[in-house]
C-alpha cells in the first residue's frame, strides 16, 4: 500500500513518524498506543509518546487509522479498511478482523421512531481459532 500517496490524497504531510506508525499498524494491527509507542521508540529512539498521540489523532481524525474502543478493557488503533466486525477472544484477548454485512444488520435493526443510525462497530465475544481449538481439545 502507498501510504505517502494515501496522506498525501487526504492534505496530510507524509512525515516519516506517520509513515513508521501506518507500517507498524499494517504489521500488526489491532495495537494499543501504548504498544504502539513501545514498537517505534526500538525503530525511532528519540520518538516522544506526545508524537504519537498527536500523529494518530491526526490520522484518526482524517479516517485513515481506526479507534476500536473494547468496553471497559482498552482502546486500540488499526488502519482504516473495508467496514468490519471484532471478535474479542474471551481466553487470550486477541482481537480478530470479522466480516459482517453492516447493511443487513441495518435493515434489521428496529430504531426508536425519529431517531437515526449513522454509524456503529460491532463487537462479538467468543474465542479466537486458537483457543477454540484448544477448548475442543481438552474436551476431547
Known amino acids: 500500500m502507498n501510504y505517502k500517496a494515501r496522506l498525501n490524497a487526504i492534505g496530510l504531510k507524509a512525515t516519516s513518524q506517520r509513515l513508521t506508525l501506518m507500517r507498524q499498524l499494517a504489521m500488526q494491527g489491532h495495537l494499543t498506543i501504548d504498544a504502539i509507542y513501545l514498537a517505534l521508540k526500538n525503530e525511532r529512539p528519540l520518538l516522544s509518546l506526545s508524537t504519537v498521540y498527536n500523529n494518530l489523532s491526526a490520522l484518526v481524525k482524517r479516517g485513515i487509522v481506526k479507534e476500536v474502543a473494547i468496553a471497559g478493557e482498552r482502546q486500540v488503533f488499526e488502519l482504516t479498511q473495508q467496514k468490519h ?56
Open 85 to 140: 466486525a471484532h471478535l474479542i477472544c474471551r481466553k487470550c484477548g486477541a482481537i480478530t478482523d470479522v466480516a459482517a454485512d453492516f447493511a443487513a444488520i441495518r435493515r434489521a435493526a428496529v430504531v426508536p421512531n425519529g431517531a437515526e443510525i449513522e454509524e456503529g462497530d460491532l463487537i462479538f465475544n467468543g474465542f479466537c481459532a486458537r483457543c477454540a481449538a484448544a477448548e475442543h481439545s481438552d474436551v476431547a
